[in-house]
């Protein structure tokens, strides 16, 4: 089956440290991938997508297609980093329905 | 404008009792989804309306479970004889499916309604 799976639940680290969110899909070809975050008593919301290639509050994500990976990194975590990530990937191929991964909880403590 | 909203934000029931949460989509998106959010379950796709075609209800989980979207606009998501394992965050979600404009993909959250069945 095609899915999104992010294999940890919960990602501990302190500040200032490199953190890494891991997400692996079983899509064949280049899919569009993205990452949602969902701040503490905040809404779910797209953090960044694949396709722009770009930087947002010092994460970025690159489409590993060899180990089929789109891991959320960042250098050096901030405690205002700490929320949920999803990754997922957007409607295709005929599919209205799009695909999240299970999430995964970051805490950066201080 | 203003972002998709939901309500209620909080509804505590009792168990067997029935809830209508409700979702106000934002103005010309024709996408709607229902989520569901436990602790550790991840987002579980509950349905899915576009326009007036007929929903994908395959993600309800069962029969006590309903939506409906007047209107192509508000939606109602209803859980009839509430359990406790309904209890969940119920998240709505709508997106630009518009086959004329150039369509990201991305989907606008609500800030979820919170039940809880005692």
């Known amino acids: 089956a095609q899915r999104v799976t992010q294999p940890e639940k919960l990602l501990s680290v302190f500040k200032g440290a490199p953190v890494e969110l891991k997400c692996n899909y079983s899509y064949s070809g280049s899919p569009e991938l993205f990452w949602y975050v969902q701040y503490s008593r905040q809404r779910l919301q797209l953090l960044l997508r694949?396709?722009s290639r770009e930087s947002i509050k010092g994460f970025t994500a690159d489409l590993n297609k060899g180990e089929t990976s789109f891991h959320l990194k960042k250098p050096f975590a901030q405690e205002e980093d700490s929320a949920m990530y999803y990754c997922?990937?957007?409607?295709?191929?005929?599919?209205?329905?799009?695909?999240f991964g299970r999430g995964t909880s970051l805490i950066v403590h201080p | 404008g203003a972002g998709v909203s939901q309500s209620p934000s909080n509804k505590v029931t009792e168990k067997g009792k029935d809830v209508e949460l409700r979702c106000d989509p934002i103005?010309?998106?024709?996408?709607l989804y229902w989520y569901r959010q436990s602790l550790g379950q991840g987002l579980e796709f509950l349905i899915y309306f576009q326009g007036n075609s007929a929903p994908d209800k395959s993600g309800l989980p069962s029969d006590r479970f309903s939506a409906e979207r007047t209107g192509g606009s508000v939606s109602t998501l209803t859980i009839q004889r509430t359990q406790q394992e309904d209890s969940a965050v119920y998240l709505c979600a709508s997106s630009l499916r518009d086959p004329h404009r150039v369509n990201t993909g991305e989907l606008f959250f609500g800030e979820g309604s919170r039940l809880t069945v005692l």
């Open positions: 997922a990937r957007p409607p295709a191929g005929g599919s209205y329905i799009p695909t």
């Open positions: 103005s010309g998106h024709t996408a």
């Open positions: 694949h396709i």
